[in-house]
């Protein structure tokens, strides 16, 4: 397996940029996942990785081998495509044992290698199965078990559970985990799922308009949201956000908003304008003892929690709260932040303003 490094590598399809001067490294044997929404950069990253996109500038380096030009062939990779790929004319068997076979394998060798693969995926039964007759897992099986009797230096992956059902998705994405454990495999993953890459990977970055808005670990992305793209695109429901404006001094630990004192983490540097005091619906607590009140304007009833929705001076707030506890459309509430768990961004720029790590969870690198 192998480390894959990016340096500032750009792509440019004519007069549009489709990534930005990227730059991340991902660690041998790491379950990596590329987030973020649609045309965002992700899979264009991911392909000049693989060597089917040439980068515009910049480097990529594969184990140590700098690869930014070479074609996929002499990357020594395997890619798994969404929509699987798989050759219909021949059965699982066949269709995994093809790229053994084009590089002229012997044939023990090929078999034993199949037999391994189909073993590691729980396979066996179906080998001499045609392809057209199976499941989309089984499918997806076998598309996997092409891609790991190669043993290549690292799998890239491409949406590879977007064709499946919901409930079959989040049991394939145990499975694909499960498998990264057992083999150790570096493994690069693109997804538009914000809750597939919280529950799979080792390390995300989070991509918007071909530009790398965050990298870090599925906790620190969540708790210390790097902008506010990030924080509204990662949860659900996403953090609340509250407009206001303060002059704030160095080590600030709280913020007036509609005439109420709310606390923060400390801030690290001054901060004069317009900013977004944000923070989880899970932090925020109904409490009649507050003087920052809101009106209940919805209720959503999720068996054991409850998502409360209520309009402020400042903007909604939802609250995910225990379903016992009463909440009722039109009557007012006081509302209780969590001030350790909050982030303040800058309104005009959207990025996070810093705040001191030692006092809270907050930080933007």
Known sequence: MAEIVIQNVRKDFGDFTAVKSSSFRIEDGEFFMLL??????????????????LPTSGEIYIDGEEVGQKPASQRDIAFVFQMFALYPHMN???????????????????REK????????????????????????????????RAIV??????????????????????????LRNLHDRMGATTVYV???????????????????????????????????ASRFVAEF???????????????????TSVTLHHETLHIPALREPFDGDMIYGVRPEHVRLSDASGYRGEVI???Y?????????????????????????????????????GRTVTLFDTQAGRAIRSDLNEGVLSHV
Not at 99 to 110: F, I, N, T, Y
Not at 306 to 330: C, D, F, L, Y
């Open 36 to 53: 973020g929404p649609s045309g965002c950069g992700k899979t264009t990253t991911l392909r000049m990785i693989a060597g089917l996109e």
């Open 92 to 110: 699982v068997r066949k269709n995994i044992s093809y790229p053994l076979v084009s590089q002229g394998m012997p044939r023990a060798q090929v």
């Open 114 to 145: 199949v037999a391994e693969a189909a073993r590691i995926l729980g396979i066996e039964k179906i080998l001499d199965r045609p392809v057209g007759g199976l499941s989309g897992g089984d499918r997806q099986r076998v598309a996997l078990g």
């Open 150 to 175: 190669r043993n290549p230096k690292c799998f890239l992956m491409d949406e590879p559970l977007g064709a499946l059902d919901a409930e079959f998705r989040e049991h394939m994405a145990e499975e």
């Open 191 to 225: 997804t538009h799922d914000q809750l597939e890459a919280m529950q799979m990977g080792d390390k995300i970055v989070v991509m918007n308009h071909g530009v790398i808005e965050q990298f870090g670990t599925p906790q620190d992305i969540y708790d210390k949201p």
């Open 234 to 252: 990662i949860g659900s429901p996403s953090m609340n956000f509250l407009k206001f404006h303060d002059s704030l001094e160095v080590g600030a």
């Open 298 to 300: 919805a209720t959503e």
């Open 302 to 338: 999720l068996g054991t929690t409850q998502i409360v929705t209520m309009k402020t001076h400042n903007g909604e707030v939802k609250a995910r709260i225990g379903s016992e506890q009463p909440a009722r459309v039109g009557e007012s509430v006081g509302l209780d932040f969590n």
